[in-house]
Antibody
Framework: QVQLQESGPELVKPSETLSLTCAVS????????WSWIRQSPGKGLDWIGY???????TYNPSLRSRVSISVDTSKSKFSLKLSSVTAADTAVYFC??????????WGQGTLVTVSS | QSALTQPASVSGSPGQSITISCTGT?????????VSWYQQHPGKAPKLMIY???NRPSGVSYRFSGSKSGNTASLTISGLQAEDEADYYC??????????FGGGTKLTVL
């Protein structure tokens, strides 16, 4: 079972860009999709997007204009950038491994707060 | 894309069975056998319980089962136990090559 660990700033100012990285260990980053999912406090899961190890991306249409996901296979990491953030982007952000359109492994999640 | 529709809450007594529904459209739940279910305890990451509509990952109790009819998928938990109290989310692949989740259902074991 692969392990995933999110890292990045816990506090981001409004209008700035949220940046997170997910380190993958215990398995290969190849041949899978890697996803970001968020959960606002007290709310449900919100799928942000995923990236295939080759770099091909698909994003949630509601976030497509502000989101970018990239992968660095040499470092077994993938990253999320979300621009022009507002308080509505405050959430726990999970990175995850996706196989056959199923989220099979999850990181522990990291709370990112958008506030000045 | 709108979230899949789940009841906000369900409850049952220990030993009973409960079913949680997940309603989508022919563009997601009804169109593909890529429906999955996740269990989330407070403060924890979700855990995969069912994938491919009705398949259980290794280590998941046989008490958890999944099914689908038309645009509605269902998760059934039999022999309810206190440890089953959690939030449950369904997920589905869509015809836009995206994933989407249901709004979540809070299961209370009375």
């Amino acid at each position: 079972q692969v392990q995933l660990q999110e890292s990045g700033p816990e506090l981001v100012k409004p209008s700035e860009t949220l940046s997170l990285t997910c380190a993958v260990s215990g398995g290969s980053i190849s041949n899978y999709y890697w996803s970001w999912i968020r959960q606002s406090p007290g709310k449900g899961l919100d799928w942000i997007g995923y990236i295939y190890y080759t770099g091909r991306t698909t994003y949630n249409p509601s976030l497509r204009s502000r989101v970018s996901i990239s992968v660095d296979t040499s470092k077994s990491k993938f990253s999320l950038k979300l621009s022009s953030v507002t308080a509505a982007d405050t959430a726990v952000y999970f990175c995850a491994r996706c196989d056959d359109y199923v989220i099979k492994d999850w990181g522990q999640g990291t709370l990112v707060t958008v506030s000045s | 894309q709108s979230a899949l529709t789940q009841p906000a809450s369900v409850s049952g007594s220990p030993g009973q069975s409960i079913t949680i529904s997940c309603t989508g459209t022919s563009s997601d739940v009804g169109g593909y056998n890529y429906v999955s279910w996740y269990q989330q305890h407070p403060g924890k990451a979700p855990k995969l319980m069912i994938y491919g509509v009705s398949n259980r990952p290794s280590g998941v109790s046989y008490r958890f089962s999944g099914s689908k009819s038309g645009n509605t998928a269902s998760l059934t938990i039999s022999g309810l136990q206190a440890e089953d109290e959690a939030d449950y989310y369904c997920g589905s692949y869509t015809n836009s090559n995206t994933l989407m989740f249901g709004g979540g259902t809070k299961l209370t074991v009375l």
